[in-house]
C-alpha cells in the first residue's frame, strides 16, 4: 500500500501547479463562486472562498409518492376569541399610552445595542456589547424581531434590518448541526410573522421563508419520515442517510405545525402541511397509549415511534406540543376535527395528573402544572409539585382552548393557572418568578388552609439536599432563612431569570380574552421589576439569582427577549384590534400568522 500511495505523488503535485497557475492568473475581479462536484443524482456545492457546504434541492432518500395535501372540507364557524372592549375612557388612553411607550423605549435600547454591536450575528451580549452565534450564525434576533419592529410602528428599522437580510445565506452554515425546531420556530416562523403583518408587500420575507422551508424539509428525509431534530444537514447534503433520534424531545417533535401549515397555505406546495400531518397522525395514534392516557412523554423515539418514556410534563421539552393544537385547529379554519380531538383528550389527562393547588397563606385559589412519573397506565400517579416559568404558557393556552372549542368552565382553570404565575413573581424580592420551584401543595384543591408544619415537613422531605436535615420545625426554618424560601415554596431549584415570555404570555392572552383590569395591572408590575433588573449597558440581561434584590447579571440576552417578551408587553399595552386573537395566531415564539378568512 505503501508503494501505491507513493505513486500519486507526482501526478498530484503536477495537478496542484497547473491549478495554481491557473487560478492566481485570472483577471483581477474574475472569481470561481463555486466548484461542484457530482454523484449519482446529487449535487454537493462548495463556497470557492470558504469551502463551506451548500444545500441545494437534490433527490430525496425517501421521496413521498402521494403527499397529503391540506384539508379541503368546508370550514367550521369557530367561536370569537377576544372579549368585546368597550370604548376607552381619554384618561385610561392617556396611562395605558404611557405604558406602552416605556415598553417600546425598552425595546429600543436593546435593539440599539443589537444592531451596534451584533448586527448580522445571533444574539447580543448585553454586558459585554459582544454576540454569539447560537443557532447557525443567520442573525437569529434580527429575523426573530422583524414583525415586533412593524407593531411597534418602528418601520426605518425594520427597512434596514429587511436590507440586511438580503445577506444572509441560508443555504450554509459553520453549525454541523441544526436545531431544526429552533430554526423553525425563529427563523422561519419571524419570517413569516413579517410576511402576514406587512400582506405580502415584502416578497423577500416569503423568498427568505422559502429557502429555510425548504433547507429544514431536508431533515424529513429519514425512513419513516419524522424529522431528525438535531439535523446533520451535511450528511443530507453529501447524500448520505440520516435517521431521526431514538431520543427525541416532545416538543421538537410535535411542533411544526402553524410554520408549515402557514408555507402550504401561501405557497400553495402541499409538501410541508404533509411533512407535518404525517407527525400529527402518529401523535394521535399513540395518545391513548401512552403510560398516561392523553398525554405524550417527555422524550419519544421517533425511530421507532415508540412512546415508552415515563415522564410526563407540559413544561420545558413538551409545552409547544400541546399550545399547537388549539391554534392548528385555527389556522386550518376547523377544516378537521383532529386536532380538537387531540386537545380534548390532552386536556383531561392534564386536568386529571398534572394540576395542583399550592398552599399559601392567604388561601388564594391558584393552580400550578406540575411532572408526573408514570411506572406503568395502571398505577397510582403522584404530581411532583414543579412550577417552571416555561409551563407558564398553559393558561393562555387553555384560555384559547376554553373559547375556541366550546368549553367555558375550563376558563376558570385558565385564570387559576394565569394568577399562579402572577403570584409566582410577585412573592419573590426582585418580583420576577424564577426559573423553576418547588410549591407545598394542598391535600384538598377546595378546602386549602394554611398550615406551618405542613410547609416545613414538605421542605425537609426535598430529597437530596436535604437528606440529612434533622426532623424538626427549627430545621425547616434555617432552610427557609438560608434559601429565602417564600411562604409556599419549598425548594428554587432554579433562581435564574432567562427573559423569559411564558407568564406575560398567558397574562396577555387573558387580559384579551377576559377584558379583566387585573391582568394590565399584574403586567405593568411584571414590566418595571424586569426592566429594573436586568437592563444593561447594551441591552437587557438574564439575571441569576430573583431572591436577591440586586442580583448579578448574565452576558445573555437571547433573541425571544425581542421577538417575544417585549411584543406581549408592548401588546397588553395597545389597543385591542392589534393583533387580534380573532384574526391572527401567534406561534410558540409569538410571530403572528393571519388566520385564513
Not at 404611557?98 to 415598553?103: D, G, S
Not at 421517533?302 to 409545552?319: E, H, P
Not at 440576552?557 to 411584543?567: D, P, R
Request: hydrophobic share 40%.
Amino acid at each position: 500500500m505503501l508503494l501505491v500511495r507513493k505513486s500519486y505523488v507526482v501526478p498530484t503535485f503536477v495537478l496542484i501547479s497547473a491549478t495554481y497557475f491557473l487560478f492566481s492568473t485570472l483577471p483581477p475581479g474574475a472569481q470561481v463562486s463555486y466548484t461542484k462536484q457530482t454523484s449519482a443524482d446529487h449535487i454537493v456545492e462548495y463556497a470557492k472562498d470558504d469551502n463551506r457546504i451548500r444545500w441545494s434541492k437534490h433527490k430525496e432518500q425517501y421521496p413521498i409518492a402521494d403527499y397529503i395535501s391540506l384539508p379541503t372540507s368546508s370550514p367550521s364557524e369557530i367561536p370569537q376569541v377576544q372579549y368585546d372592549f368597550p370604548p376607552e375612557w381619554w384618561f385610561s388612553r392617556i396611562w395605558r399610552e404611557r405604558k406602552r411607550n416605556a415598553v417600546k423605549e425598552a425595546f429600543k435600547h436593546a435593539w440599539s445595542g443589537y444592531k451596534n454591536n451584533a448586527w448580522l450575528k445571533d444574539e447580543l451580549s448585553p454586558l459585554s456589547g459582544g454576540y454569539r452565534t447560537s443557532f447557525a450564525g443567520w442573525a437569529a434576533t434580527l429575523v426573530d424581531s422583524l414583525d415586533s419592529l412593524i407593531i411597534m410602528g418602528l418601520m426605518d428599522e425594520f427597512e434596514e434590518a429587511l436590507q440586511a437580510l438580503e445577506e444572509i445565506d441560508f443555504s450554509t452554515t459553520e453549525s454541523l448541526q441544526i436545531n431544526v425546531f429552533e430554526t423553525n420556530i425563529r427563523y422561519l416562523g419571524g419570517l413569516l410573522g413579517a410576511y402576514d403583518l406587512t400582506n405580502g408587500t415584502y416578497p423577500i420575507l416569503l423568498k427568505k421563508a422559502t429557502e429555510i422551508a425548504d433547507f429544514l424539509y431536508g431533515s424529513f428525509d429519514t425512513r419513516n419520515r419524522m424529522p431528525q431534530s438535531r439535523w446533520e444537514w451535511t450528511r443530507s447534503a453529501a447524500g448520505l442517510d440520516i435517521r431521526p433520534s431514538g431520543n427525541t424531545i416532545l416538543a421538537e417533535l410535535g411542533s411544526f405545525n402553524l410554520e408549515f401549515t402557514r408555507m402550504s397555505q401561501l405557497t400553495g406546495d402541499p409538501k410541508y402541511f404533509d411533512a407535518i400531518q404525517r407527525i400529527s397522525d402518529n401523535l394521535e395514534a399513540a395518545q391513548k397509549e401512552t403510560q398516561v392516557p392523553g398525554l405524550w412523554p417527555m422524550m419519544v423515539d421517533a425511530q421507532s415511534l415508540r412512546f415508552i418514556d415515563t415522564r410526563f410534563t407540559v413544561g420545558g421539552m413538551a409545552d409547544s406540543t400541546y399550545e399547537y393544537l388549539p391554534k392548528e385547529h385555527m389556522l386550518l379554519q376547523a377544516r378537521t376535527p383532529q386536532y380538537q380531538r387531540m386537545y380534548e383528550s390532552a386536556i383531561e389527562s392534564i386536568k386529571k395528573h398534572l394540576l395542583f393547588r399550592p398552599m399559601t397563606r392567604d388561601g388564594r385559589d391558584i393552580l400550578f402544572s406540575g411532572n408526573v412519573n408514570a411506572v406503568s397506565k395502571y398505577s397510582q400517579k403522584k404530581i411532583e409539585p414543579q412550577a417552571e416559568h416555561l409551563k407558564c404558557f398553559l393558561g393562555g393556552t387553555v384560555g384559547i382552548g376554553a373559547k375556541v372549542f366550546n368549553r367555558p368552565k375550563e376558563l376558570a382553570i385558565a385564570q387559576k393557572l394565569t394568577d399562579g404565575c402572577i403570584w409566582a413573581y410577585d412573592i419573590m424580592p426582585t418580583g420576577i418568578m424564577p426559573e423553576i420551584l418547588y410549591l407545598s401543595p394542598c391535600e384538598d384543591n377546595r378546602n386549602c388552609q394554611w398550615d406551618d408544619k405542613k410547609w416545613y415537613r414538605d421542605i425537609r422531605s426535598r430529597p437530596p439536599k436535604h437528606a440529612n436535615i434533622a426532623d424538626t420545625d427549627a430545621a425547616a426554618k434555617a432552610l427557609i432563612d438560608k434559601f429565602k424560601l417564600p411562604p409556599g415554596v419549598i425548594e428554587i431549584a432554579d433562581s435564574r431569570y432567562m427573559l423569559r415570555p411564558e407568564a406575560i404570555e398567558s397574562v396577555f392572552v387573558m387580559y384579551r380574552i377576559t377584558g379583566d383590569q387585573k391582568y394590565q395591572d399584574a403586567a405593568w408590575r411584571m414590566f418595571k421589576n424586569i426592566d429594573r433588573v436586568t437592563r444593561s449597558k447594551y441591552g437587557h440581561a438574564a439575571i441569576t439569582d430573583v431572591r436577591l434584590t440586586k442580583p448579578a447579571q448574565l452576558d445573555y440576552m437571547e433573541s425571544f427577549w425581542l421577538a417575544e417578551t417585549l411584543k406581549y408587553f408592548y401588546l397588553i399595552f395597545s389597543e385591542p384590534d392589534l393583533i387580534s386573537l380573532d384574526e391572527y395566531v401567534l406561534n410558540t415564539e409569538a410571530h403572528p400568522f393571519r388566520r385564513p378568512s
